[in-house]
């Protein structure tokens, strides 16, 4: 896929661009809803400052220079864009949406600019536990509105996540798990809503398990894979029983 799909992302400069887009969405997600203020240039500041922390943090996980420029590169342009607000031109609507839009071709510039400079690694622990997490991470990213809106998935995504597997790794075992998730997915539909809604929780919770075992066995999938599936998963079960019980 890498090869033939994505060619670009060979690139050493674009593979660190859709790296760092990847980091300023989870942050979104993360740390945006945290913190709403009411001012627009607390906004403002706050959405930079969400998506720059974990870029920030990204960029010294793998060692990529120019971390102070590509952070400006994110804050100026809000600032720009309060000017004129400032002088009553423009909405603060058009301060989020005009930061959005000037912060691209900035953080585009200093990154051709120069050229996806390599300085080294970091090695504080905490930097390089987050930065080895990130399936774990962007999982949680994913997942964040299920707390306080649950997600209950139909039926039929029971058999979806363990096809995966099956088609990755047609062994004994994975049939088999497959053919309890036919009955468990055949038992929602002769039950009542709420139980039905209980199996279905169930069901993601234990497969969140199974993507463990996986992970521990680095095994028919890799590592991230099953890191990533496992933490959304039991993301989906754990806010389903919640609601439920």
Sequence with gaps: MTTTVLPALRSPVVRHGAEMLVAMLVGMALLGPLWTPERVELAALWMAASMSVPMALWMRYRGHGRIFEMCAAMVVPYAVVL??????????????????????????????RYRHEHGTPSANPVIRFLGDRWPAVIALALTFDFWAAPVVPPVWTLLLIQAIYLVRGRTLGQLVVFGLYVLLAAAVLLV???????????GWGAHA??????????????????????????????TMLVVLV
């Design 209 to 238: 398990v199974w993507d463990l075992v996986h992970h521990v066995r680095d095994a028919v999938v890799a590592r991230w894979w099953s890191e990533f599936c496992g933490v959304f998963d039991l993301v989906i079960a754990v």
């Design 192 to 202: 009542s809503p709420w139980t039905g809604a209980l199996l279905i929780a169930l």
């Design 83 to 112: 000017v004129p607000h400032w002088a009553g031109l423009v909405s603060a609507g058009v301060v989020e949406m005009g930061g959005h839009l000037l912060m691209l071709p900035a953080m585009a510039f200093v990154l051709v």
